[in-house]
């Protein structure tokens, strides 16, 4: 059976921003305890005291975060150029056996139009495509048969060249995002390779945006 220190410690450890504010000081330890009281009760089977998890809290091991923080750090310096784009629209259909064939079209147009944004991610239900907003006329030409789940225009991307090391080091994507969803700002879709993210947000958010990432290279 689980003790109370390692269901505190699991179930604060689930909770990114819990642990991080934690480690600011910026989380008052016994209203914690009373949030997460009765998640702790529930796993243990048995009343506890606020007290006991207090010390459960109190006794938190920073090693961990700390050692990820000391990383990233490193990491963050070694960010490259960052690419914007800006008037860029969102499609999102439902898989079907004539899709990808209207895809093959599309990427033909390509051909003629090599400034333009174009990225596919196939899903297993559903395919998501980003272009740059000339383009689409030929997306209600082409894809005028096939079922649209989703489309949202006046877009920007964001494209981060990461350094080769970032397949070693675990919690990049969650630094880079977390710096958005503190600043409330909603990413619309995450495209990536492997040593490039993309990030997709509203044209009304790009400044933000790259300000927040520029602002990461001097952490």
């Known amino acids: 059976m689980k003790t109370i220190q390692e269901t505190v410690e699991s179930i604060i450890h689930k909770t990114p921003f819990i642990e991080e504010a934690m480690q600011e000081k910026l989380i008052n330890v016994s209203s914690l305890a009373r949030i997460i009281k009765p998640e702790v009760e529930q796993l243990l089977g048995k009343e506890v005291k606020d007290g006991a998890i207090m010390m459960a809290i109190n006794r938190l091991s920073p090693i961990k975060i700390l050692q990820v923080r000391k990383h990233i750090k490193s990491f963050s310096l070694k960010l490259s150029d960052f690419i914007v784009r800006s008037d860029l629209s969102d499609y999102t259909f439902k898989n079907s056996n004539t899709l990808y064939k209207q ?33 689409q006329p030929k997306i209600d030409t082409y894809f005028s048969d096939e079922i649209l789940i989703h489309s949202m225009a006046k877009l920007a991307s964001i494209t981060i060249k990461l350094p080769k090391t970032n397949l070693e080091q675990s919690g990049i994507y969650y630094f880079i995002l977390k710096q958005l969803a503190w600043a409330n700002i909603p990413v619309q879709e995450i495209i990536s390779t492997t040593h490039e993210m993309t990030l997709v947000v509203r044209e009304d958010d790009i400044n933000k945006t790259f300000s927040i990432l520029i602002d990461m290279k001097k952490i």
């Open 103 to 135: 895809i093959s079209l599309l990427f033909g147009e390509l051909g003629k139009n090599r400034e333009s944004f174009f990225t596919v991610s196939q899903g297993i239900f559903e395919t998501n495509i980003v272009v740059s907003a000339n383009l």
